[in-house]
Nanobody
Framework: QVQLVESGGGLAQPGGSLRLSCAASGFTFSAYAMNWVRQAPGKGLEWVSGIYSDASDSYYADFVKGQFTISRDNAKNTLYLQMNSLKPEDTGTYYC???????????????????WGQGTQVTVSS
């Protein structure tokens, strides 16, 4: 069955960095776009970034442009999110999400997601 397992979260200081990973299994990873979605404490889901199945294109929410970088290794079935210059408002649970197609459906990410990971907690605090 489809499994998405995130790792790499933890406590970081403001201005610090973390690298999230998402290990995928149970489907042809290279055929599907992937997204990172986060949820801050007490708030709803918020799309962060997405990448095409072949990594030919990627997209970012305005609030992380220039700060986060999404990438994938289709040979290793793994999705990544490099997070730099972290801010307290980046605190939340970060989820890896599998899209239903090979492209990123910006504007309808949640509707076009069929599987979610369990999430990894990111806390940015001094």
């Amino acid at each position: 069955q489809v499994q998405l397992v995130e790792s790499g979260g933890g406590l970081a200081q403001p201005g610090g960095s973390l690298r999230l990973s998402c290990a995928a299994s149970g489907f042809t990873f290279s055929a599907y776009a992937m997204n990172w979605v986060r949820q801050a404490p007490g708030k709803g889901l918020e799309w962060v970034s997405g990448i095409y199945s072949d990594a030919s294109d990627s997209y970012y929410a305005d609030f992380v442009k220039g700060q986060f970088t999404i990438s994938r290794d289709n040979a290793k079935n793994t999705l990544y999110l490099q997070m730099n210059s972290l801010k307290p408002e980046d605190t939340g649970t970060y989820y890896c999400a599998k899209a239903t197609s090979g492209t990123v459906a910006v504007g309808s990410i949640i509707e076009e997601t069929d599987y979610w990971g369990q999430g990894t907690q990111v806390t940015v605090s001094s």
